[in-house]
């Protein structure tokens, strides 16, 4: 590993997992293809196994999880997104994010008002989620400077 992905690494913000979550994230890494993007796949990975796995009921609202609804804020471009981490088969649209993309790894286990940063090939990534929504749907809102 370089000095810079490893110090990327040590920064990263506490993420808590549900024991579901965990495990079915782990059996989808194991089960995927050769082909499949090694770098994203690690970094899952590695967010994987420095997680804290929750011992009981964790609340919708206060960590993204897999088929939560969550708003960030994507400090490359600026505006706030909003979209559902899903499995990759389920992705279908702009307002999905895969788990196997960065984002999706980057965003799994977050709570409101954390922020990661992250390597992707090439250049440097951050975000930071201000609301998970859990499973209900997304309200509609102007994004930053009153776009939509």
Do not use: C
């Not at 984002?103 to 090439?122: C, E």
């Not at 809102?141 to 939509?148: A, E, L, M, N, T």
């Amino acid at each position: 590993m370089n000095t810079q992905y490893e110090t990327m690494s040590e920064q990263r913000p506490p993420i808590v997992l549900t024991p579901t979550d965990r495990d079915k994230l782990l059996a989808l890494i194991h089960e995927l293809p050769a082909s499949a993007q090694p770098r994203t796949a690690e970094f899952l990975r590695e967010e994987i196994e420095r997680a804290d796995v929750a011992k009981g009921d964790v609340s919708p609202s206060s960590v993204v999880r897999m088929g939560s609804n969550v708003e960030f804020i994507d400090h490359e471009d600026g505006h706030v997104h909003r979209a559902k981490l899903v499995f990759p088969e389920e992705a279908r649209g702009g307002r999905f994010v895969s788990i196997l993309s960065s984002v999706g790894s980057a965003l799994i286990g977050l709570g409101p008002g954390q922020s990661i940063r992250w390597n992707d090939p090439g250049r440097e990534r951050s975000l930071t989620v201000l609301k998970v929504y859990g499973d209900e749907r997304i309200p509609s809102s102007p994004r930053i400077g009153g776009r939509k």
